[in-house]
């Protein structure tokens, strides 16, 4: 009985995690160059940042979308258009301390970020970014 | 009969939507084998070397853009500010148009050498400082400057002038050279630079 209870859990545990994982998730990793410093690595699943989205309250959302909304068409048009293009390097910036990359790779918007000091690898499905910016358009805009 | 007849009409609709299939996959191809691509080169070769590259598709400039509403940027077009003393830019490139291959303005001074000329269907600007150690060629299509000049007496048409240079062929638009720095603006049809 116990093992039956067992099994169902651990299917329950697996399905939640296909469901949740089927969009795609946001990927952070930090990793402090510095002796005894911190590597963080957080998988947020991107089904889960979607609906975070659709249920913060309005009056939080104003103050955040601030200075975001007039952005808002121009990053959901971008979105929009990245989904369809090519892998690839879409900006790179080096110096002496720094580089910076943002590329394309599948369905992902990837931004790297390698300084003197750390080392900040993030992730994020294109459509997250387009359904994210779609919302956050159509909230009231009464700002 | 009936079922050799409905085998035959079921075939040719397979055929046909395989057809369909195709031509669809084809032209879904073609369609991103024509994309074009905007690429930006910066190096720096002074002390801190600084590095930038871009390469973005102009179709998502084209896009985007008309999303933007800040500054001067509206709806895709650009307000010009200063002065032009009153100077019809779009009669100006008209008549510029209509001539033959020339060098219209030139400057020259001790330190600075201007040229603007003329060049089969490009509009070719060159400035040469200090004795050739700055270079700074542009090299515009006049289709995108038209386009540019397509909208009111007062903007330029960023949107216009991105969709008119889609349809050029590989183009070099902008090179500087000079003691510290060497940009590189051109547009390609790789979504990689150099």
């Known amino acids: 009985m116990i093992r039956r209870i067992l099994l169902v859990m651990v299917g329950v545990a697996l399905f939640t995690g296909l469901v949740a994982y089927s969009e795609g998730a946001v990927m952070v990793y930090v990793h402090e160059k510095k002796p005894e410093g911190h590597r963080i ?42 989904e369809r293009c090519p892998d690839g390097l879409l900006v790179e910036v080096k110096d002496r301390t720094d580089h910076v990359m943002v590329s394309k790779g599948g369905e992902m918007l990837r931004v790297d970020v390698d300084s003197e000091t750390d080392t900040v690898h993030v992730s994020v499905p294109i459509s997250l970014i387009e359904s994210v910016a779609a919302r956050l358009d159509t909230s009231d805009g009464s700002v | 009969m009936k079922r050799v007849l409905s085998g035959r009409v079921a075939g040719f609709d397979a055929r046909l939507c395989w057809l369909f299939v195709l031509t669809f996959a084809a032209a879904v191809a073609t369609a991103r084998g024509e994309d074009r691509w905007l690429h930006v080169k910066v190096d720096d070769t002074d002390r801190e070397g600084e590095k930038v590259r871009v390469n973005v598709p102009l179709s998502l400039a084209e896009k985007v853009l008309p999303c ?40 020259e001074d001790r330190h600075e050498h201007v040229r603007v000329a003329k060049v089969g269907g490009d509009l070719l600007i060159k400035v040469r400082e200090d004795h050739d150690r700055s270079k700074v060629d542009v090299k515009v299509p006049f289709t995108v400057v038209e386009a540019l000049l397509s909208g009111g007496s007062d903007e330029l048409d960023i949107t216009a002038g991105l969709r008119a240079l889609t349809a050029q062929g590989d183009t070099e638009l902008v090179t500087v050279n000079d003691h510290s720095q060497t940009v590189r603006i051109w547009v390609d049809s790789r979504n990689t630079g150099e």
């Open chain 1, 41 to 82: 690595w957080v998988p947020v699943p991107a089904l889960l940042v979607d609906l975070g989205v659709r249920f913060v309250p309005e009056e939080r959302l104003r103050d955040a979308l601030r200075d975001l909304r007039p952005w808002l068409p121009a990053i959901e048009a971008a979105s929009h258009e990245l």
């Open chain 2, 68 to 107: 933007i509403h800040a500054h001067d940027l509206e709806g895709g077009k650009v307000k010009i500010r200063g002065d032009v003393n009153g100077i019809d830019l779009r009669a100006l490139v008209d008549a510029i148009r209509g001539a033959g291959d020339n060098e219209f303005v030139t400057v």
